[in-house]
């Protein structure tokens, strides 16, 4: 089996932080979120990855090469135009020889773990591939699908419907057995440019074709999960997994502080004067002084100084100092704020 992740968007709603870097390689806890992922494939017994890159594609893959070389065997494959879900699967597809493919999202963690899902559609030989689903209470933002009564095999699957039949949300994880039957079917609607909704080639539309066509489609439970297309969901995400990690990572010197875990601190921070966590995630190089930061990711090379915030994203180079509660700032920045005057001067 081979894995294909896309991770070839912009990341516009994560701006500023996407200004620089690609989503994928945001922090999450003590990595980056495509480690999270690779390493959960790994896991899996998957070391054959395809990875669709696209926007600042260099820093991605440097990244994983770096990281992941001796493990895993990339092929990088750039989508140039960014035409949708279908349309970067499709390009990852070419690549296949039909042999089964995991597809998960360059974006976005699961609760439940890559192997006990293969383990459970393996139970299920009858299945031609299988969808991991969750219910939620915006059906209309997500592709949804409708099983048949009683039953996880799917009858009917929308991508963003603005009537949804159902709450049952995909939620980004799809094993299919022959990658060849998906490929064709994504490259007639590529050939004929059959868009779907947002006016973008649709993975959700050639999975709809699939069934039509007479294929057999389950759902499985994803468990939580969370996609990290925005500031809430990546300090959930911050949260998910540090609260994952077995103990907290402190890899500093830490002064006079009070630690509340769980909290990631990488090395060459320096922390005093300080309460820091839960749920913070601070990477290397960064100076703490007299800051209160709860529930927080904070870049490298940053200088924070008497400070209060919680629910904030800091980038790298950041210099902050004053009375502050709630923070979204991208990289290079300088802020300092005092009499209530802000002052922004980079
Ligand atoms: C994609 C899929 C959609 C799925 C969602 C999960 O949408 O097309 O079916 O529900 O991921 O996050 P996107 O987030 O790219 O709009």
């Not at 383990?119 to 219910?135: A, C, H, I, N």
């Not at 800091?314 to 300092?336: A, F, M, P, Y």
Request: include cysteine.
């Amino acid at each position: 089996m081979k894995c294909i992740i896309p991770a070839a968007g912009k990341g516009t709603r994560l701006q500023p932080h996407t200004l620089n870097k690609p989503k994928a390689l945001l922090r999450l806890g003590n990595r980056p979120i495509i480690a999270h992922i690779v390493d959960r494939v790994l896991e899996a017994n998957i070391s054959d990855i395809i990875i669709i890159v696209g926007y600042e594609k260099e820093k991605l893959k440097d990244y994983l090469l770096k990281q992941y070389s001796e493990k895993c065997n990339f092929t990088f494959i750039e989508q140039k135009e960014r035409r949708g879900l279908g349309h970067a699967v499709y390009l990852a597809t070419e690549h296949l020889d039909g042999e089964p493919a995991l597809i998960t999202l360059g974006d976005s963690l699961y609760e439940n773990s890559y192997l006990s899902m293969l383990q459970e559609y393996q139970k299920r030989s009858d299945w031609d591939g299988v969808l991991t689903v969750r219910d939620v209470v915006n059906p209309q933002s997500y592709g949804i699908v409708i099983p048949k009564p009683n039953s996880s095999v799917i009858k009917e699957m929308v991508e963003k419907p603005q009537t949804p039949l159902s709450n049952k949300a995909i939620t980004g994880v799809y094993m299919i057995r022959n990658s060849k039957i998906l490929q064709k079917i994504l490259q007639e609607i590529v050939e004929t440019n059959s868009i779907g909704a947002g006016g973008e080639i649709q993975l959700t539309d050639a999975l709809q074709r699939m069934i039509k066509r007479g294929f057999t489609l389950g759902i499985i439970d994803s468990g939580v999960w969370f996609d990290c297309g925005n500031k809430d969901s990546l300090l959930k995400g911050n949260q998910f997994v540090l609260s994952s990690l077995q103990d907290s990572v402190i890899r500093s010197e830490i002064n006079n502080s009070v630690i509340i875990p769980p909290v990631a601190i990488e090395k060459g921070c320096f922390i005093s004067d300080s309460i820091i966590g839960p749920n913070v995630s601070i990477a290397q190089d960064t100076t703490i002084t007299r800051g209160i930061i709860s529930s927080s990711i904070i870049g490298s090379s940053s200088v924070i100084a008497n400070v209060n915030i919680e629910n904030s994203i800091i980038g790298n180079g950041v210099s902050v100092k004053g009375e502050i509660r709630e923070l979204n700032i991208g990289d290079n920045r300088k802020i300092q704020v005092s009499n209530g005057i802000d002052t922004d001067d980079e």
